[in-house]
């Protein structure tokens, strides 16, 4: 028989690491607006930053969509060991008066 744990801490950490991945790519986007505001001196460069800035907010747009649907699908499974645990922990332990 396999031997198979889950932990629900590691499963919170992770769906918290996830919101955060978001918010980190978003902070680099911005850095690069600030950037290009200024102009880096080069008609080419700044045309290029600024093709640059359309993908990389598309890109974290599909990023926080995975982000959201990974999010929601680790709290719905963390949920359900919890639960599970629960429920074995409660089926298992003798009820009082019961020796």
């Known amino acids: 028989m396999a031997d198979f744990t889950v932990s629900t801490e590691f499963l919170a ?4 690491d996830l919101k955060g991945c978001g918010d980190e790519l ?5 850095a690069l607006k600030e ?3 200024t102009g880096t ?9 600024g093709h640059f800035q359309g993908k990389w907010e598309y890109g974290l747009k599909k990023v ?3 982000v959201k649907i990974l999010d929601d699908g680790l709290d719905k499974v963390q949920q359900s060991y919890d639960g599970t645990e ?3 922990t409660k089926a298992l332990t003798p009820a009082a008066g019961q020796s």
């Open 13 to 16: 950490k992770l769906a918290q």
């Open 26 to 30: 978003d902070q680099g986007l911005k």
């Open 35 to 37: 950037a290009s505001r």
């Open 41 to 49: 001196g080069f008609d080419f460069l700044d045309e290029a930053c």
């Open 64 to 66: 926080r969509e995975c």
């Open 86 to 88: 629960q429920s074995i």
